[in-house]
């Protein structure tokens, strides 16, 4: 929240449309409609609707990279650095869980509960295109390097890493370790905030590949523009934004 009236988002929609459920007093603005996040697409709320028709007994867990109306279907919301926690906390055995297949499967290595990824084939292009030959190359360029992945990564490249987390964990394991080199397994945008924040470091994109053009859609040009306008504007309905809300509160509970 903030106590601004005006938010301009430079970020992708989904982004934007938590935004304005948690501030609907507030404008929410983003600058470049077109930063649409392709894995949030992957879900949408008819799916989702089948999914429940299929498994009745089944809780929804939806990472936050989803739609508004996907959201509002949802028992619970999580983000990549609370799934494995969200999904023991919830009540039922069989966990619905969208869109992303790999950080489904990151939950389910903290849990015994059966965890049904929702679609089957979800996922972050920007991250599963990070494979093990990228891993095996840059660990052979960077021997003394600790692996940092991101969970949205597919599951042998998980499996191959120091350390498991979401963007805000691996700054903190940067931070934290003693070690002077790192091999960085997710957007390549983050090296530019660890290099800047920690610059007595050294950090190595484990695949150069792994951009995400919609994130960088937003340029000063329409930032200026969507300032002066005041637009687009980003609307979520009034229901979907209640329902969407109920289910990101009740991640809140539990954290």
Request: glycine share 2%.
């Amino acid at each position: 929240t903030t106590s601004a009236d005006i938010i301009i988002f430079c970020g992708v929609d989904f982004m934007a449309e938590t935004a304005a459920i948690l501030n609907p007093a507030k404008k929410v603005v983003i600058p470049d409609r077109g930063a649409i996040c392709p894995m949030a697409q992957q879900l949408p709320a008819d799916s989702l609707l089948a999914a429940k028709r299929e498994h009745p007994d089944a809780e929804v867990v939806l990472y936050v990279n989803t739609l508004a109306e996907s959201k509002a279907l949802a028992d619970c919301i999580c983000t990549s650095a609370n799934a494995q926690k969200i999904v023991n906390a919830m009540d039922t055995q069989t966990i619905l869980f969208g869109p992303d297949r790999n950080l489904a499967y990151h939950a389910q290595q903290a849990t015994t509960k059966m965890i049904i990824p929702v679609p089957e084939h979800g996922l972050c292009p920007s991250h599963h295109q990070i494979v093990m030959d990228d891993l095996l190359t840059a660990k052979s360029a960077h021997p003394d390097a600790i692996v940092i992945v991101h969970p949205e990564c597919i599951p042998e490249v998980q499996d191959s890493a120091d350390y498991i987390k979401s963007t805000s964990g691996m700054v903190k394991i940067c931070r934290e370790e003693a070690a002077d080199e790192f091999l960085i397994g997710t957007e390549v945008g983050l090296l530019y905030r660890l290099k800047k924040e920690i610059p007595e470091k050294r950090f190595y994109p484990i695949s150069n590949t792994a951009v995400c053009p919609q994130m960088k859609m937003h340029t000063l040009a329409n930032i200026e523009t969507a300032l002066e306008n005041e637009a687009p504007v980003v609307v979520v309905p009034s229901e979907t934004a209640r329902k969407a809300k109920k289910a990101i509160e009740r991640m809140l509970a539990i954290l």
